[in-house]
């Protein structure tokens, strides 16, 4: 009874640790399938945009008509994408000027002003809140005004780093977004949405999860407002050491941004943090694949210099698991050559005692459905193992090609040592060893790895020789796609910076290779310092 009641007792305990990971996951799949349809959330905008701006086009007359059309278009491209939001910023400013409004021409000033922020562009952002005159703004319109003059301030502390000039940063965020309150209803989603921002600020923490539940209670919220608010709950939670329930609101938060077709966002980038924290590489990688397209496509410029660091650290983890992998089938291989020699063996002394157990009959019938189970078994072990290791990327599918060749050719080689062996023709086995060319099978491993990175950086050649003088420049013989330096250099853009790694999958001693290092470096038109940085910025296709 007392085992029975302990049982449950861990059982209850264990219930919550279940839950969560039930939402996380649901969450996720939810998410995954989400992106999947990706494309028909953005033709969803696409659509709105083309009805907007045909019939901005058709409005001749109307100035004022014509304001509020381009007014519509700029709120469907500012989170959409960078330029042609800021394209139509600037038609609604020539048109407020032309209809003489100031009101209007403050308006499309602080339209401009958001965009560029959003774009990094922290200089231009300054200048043009400061040329905004709010006397002339509605409540709203100041509104949004001191909360992005909050939002410039503390993006710029963030961006800064600097101890000495950040705190000041934070304390004129904070002094605007008390301005910005002034102008909001109590209980709104404008007036939680900015306490949450100073809970922040401030510390209050707990504060600011208290907030976010009060969001999430108001009737109305649209799916943008719960991006937003999610997005900021979540670092507070991380802030809080509580790293399943950030998971859980960035799933939330990142969900919401495709619905809604949002490119200006950090969720789905902080989430692929989050999945490569955890080990879970391949969501890791779909997602920073995601962000970066993302950032590219907004033209985000100081997101995309964040999301490069990460993408270098999951693809160089990538490479680390394929090399992995290749050592364990190498070892699988090996392990299941010794189990085939035991069961040779163990057949060999069935037989033997066969030989002398004539009468013995059921007894053989015994052992040879064992051994049919036995490799049976084995059959199914090895599809098994195939079929593990089975990873949908150009690399991991290379690695696979390669070493289901190698464990060919081991086959075979050890079926005809078998056979040459237990005919005694001890002369054909030195000559089939002599045979094997070491060298040939390692320029076939560097001929498939050339091609392989290759198709994923066909401008690699190019923009490598850019770092020289013509006269220094390396190109490949004819026979060869790429040269040792070149391979060297492939390796250290892929993540791979540890020379001792490199000499080990190139086959050269280490000193060889901090000798080719150090001769390209010396070589090139950059400081030694420099060169490796430049090579890890070249781009794939």
């Given at each position: ?8 007792g861990l059982?209850?305990c264990?219930?919550p ?20 349809r ?19 086009a ?6 004022d ?5 381009g007014?519509?278009?700029?709120e469907e491209?500012k ?6 939001a ?23 000033k ?48 963030d961006?800064?780093q600097?101890?000495v000039?950040?705190?000041a940063?934070y304390?004129?965020?904070l002094a ?10 109590p209980?709104?989603?404008d ?6 921002f ?6 209050n ?11 999430r209670?108001l009737?109305?919220?649209?799916l ?7 997005s900021?709950?979540a ?33 789905i980038?902080?989430?692929?943090d989050?999945c ?13 694949k ?11 410029r100081q997101r995309?210099?964040?999301i ?9 983890q ?6 992995s992998?290749?050592?364990?089938l190498?070892?699988y291989?090996?392990?299941i050559?010794l ?8 057949v ?6 066969l030989?002398k ?10 052992t040879?459905?064992e ?7 084995l059959r ?6 195939n ?10 599918g290379y ?5 289901s ?5 081991i ?20 000559k089939?060893a002599?045979?094997?060319n ?12 050339d ?14 020789n ?7 420049q ?28 490199i ?12 000798t080719?290092k ?11 310092e420099?060169f ?9 296709v």
């Amino acid at each position: 009874m007392k085992r029975v009641l302990l049982f449950c007792g861990l059982l209850v305990c264990l219930l919550p640790c279940f839950a969560k990971a039930d939402a996380a996951s649901g969450l996720l799949a939810e998410l995954n399938g989400t992106l999947a349809r990706k494309q028909e959330y953005d033709a969803q905008r696409w659509h709105r945009i083309a009805i907007l701006t045909a019939a901005f086009a058709s409005n001749k007359r109307n100035d004022d008509a014509k304001f509020d059309l381009g007014l519509r278009i700029y709120e469907e491209y500012k989170a959409f994408k960078y330029d042609s939001a800021f394209v139509y910023s600037q038609k609604i400013i020539r048109i407020a000027e032309q209809l003489n409004s100031p009101q209007k021409t403050e308006v499309a000033k602080l339209k401009l002003a958001f965009i560029l922020l959003s774009s990094g562009m922290f200089k231009e952002t300054f200048e043009t809140l400061d040329s905004v005159r709010p006397d002339l703004l509605t409540e709203t319109d100041k509104l949004d005004f001191y909360f992005l003059k909050a939002r410039a301030y503390n993006d710029l502390g963030d961006y800064n780093q600097d101890q000495v000039y950040r705190p000041a940063y934070y304390a004129k965020a904070l002094a605007y977004a008390d301005t910005a309150l002034r102008f909001t209803r109590p209980g709104s989603y404008d007036y939680l949405s900015i306490q949450e921002f100073r809970a922040i600020k401030t510390g209050n923490l707990r504060g600011g999860v208290a907030i976010y539940n009060q969001i999430r209670r108001l009737p109305h919220i649209t799916l943008h407002q719960l991006a937003v608010s999610a997005s900021a709950t979540a670092y507070i939670y991380g802030l809080l050491g509580q790293e399943d329930k950030a998971f859980e609101l960035l799933l939330v938060s990142a969900t919401a941004d495709v619905k809604t077709a949002t490119k200006e966002t950090v969720a789905i980038f902080r989430l692929s943090d989050y999945c490569y924290r955890r080990g879970d590489l391949e969501n890791a990688y779909t997602f920073i694949k995601e962000a970066r397209e993302e950032a590219a496509f907004y033209k985000a410029r100081q997101r995309q210099i964040e999301i490069s660091h990460v993408f270098s650290l999951i693809e160089g983890q990538k490479i680390n698991i394929i090399e992995s992998q290749r050592k364990s089938l190498k070892t699988y291989s090996i392990i299941i050559t010794l189990l085939a020699l035991f069961v040779a063996g163990f057949v060999f002394i069935i037989l033997k005692q066969l030989r002398k157990l004539q009468k013995a009959g059921k007894l053989i019938d015994v052992t040879n459905r064992e051994l049919r189970e036995r490799n049976r078994d084995l059959r199914q072990l090895n599809v098994g193992l195939n079929e593990a290791n089975k990873i949908k990327e150009e690399y991991i599918g290379y690695y696979f090609h390669n070493n289901s060749q190698y464990i060919d050719k081991i086959e075979a080689l050890k079926k005809s040592l078998d056979t040459l062996l237990g005919n005694k023709q001890y002369a054909t086995v030195q000559k089939l060893a002599d045979g094997i060319n070491i060298k040939k099978e390692r320029n076939e491993l560097f001929k498939g790895f050339d091609t392989v990175f290759l198709r994923l950086f066909p401008h690699f050649i190019d923009q490598f020789n850019a770092l020289f003088k013509e006269e220094d420049q390396i190109h490949p013989p004819e026979d060869q796609l790429m040269t040792t330096e070149l391979r060297i250099f492939a390796l250290i853009r892929l993540g791979i910076a540890d020379s001792e790694q490199i000499s080990r999958m190139l086959g050269y001693s280490i000193n060889t290779i901090y000798t080719y290092k150090t001769r390209v470096k010396n070589r090139s038109i950059l400081p030694n310092e420099e060169f490796e940085a430049r090579i890890q910025a070249i781009e794939a296709v």
